[in-house]
């Protein structure tokens, strides 16, 4: 039973057609699954929403998260710089190391050339 201190406004609440019938669906969805496992209780629990304060609410969250993205790319910038500075301290001793190998193979490749022709 209903308590008698629960009452429907008079002026309903409006969602559209659309809306309408996908929570008709919803709740048909739900009313069967409950008939199946013989559960005779239901609560339907419905949020309001003032768009005019979430719209302000949405601007201010619009700030944050773009101020958010901005530090989340200076700091992806800064870990590219720190990753070049870290390899090429690597790279700048292993290409002198490597460069007398080098040098010995196009040396070797230019007198095989000369050899062949």
Do not use: W
């Not at 929403?49 to 910038?77: F, G, R, W």
Request: hydrophobic share 40%; with cysteine; net charge positive.
């Amino acid at each position: 039973s209903v308590s008698p201190s629960f009452r429907l406004p008079d002026s309903g609440i409006c969602i559209g057609p659309s809306a309408k019938a996908a929570l008709l669906a919803q709740l048909r969805k739900d009313l069967k699954l409950l008939v199946e496992c013989s559960v005779m209780d239901y609560s339907l629990l419905v949020g309001v929403v003032n768009t005019e304060l979430s719209e302000e609410k949405a601007s201010s969250t619009d700030v944050a998260k773009k101020k958010i993205e901005e530090k989340l790319a200076q700091d992806v910038e800064v870990k590219k710089r720190r990753s070049v500075e870290i390899l090429s301290t690597f790279f700048t001793p292993i290409n002198h190391l490597a460069a007398p190998v080098v040098f010995l193979a196009q040396e070797t490749h230019k007198g095989v050339l000369r050899t062949l022709s």
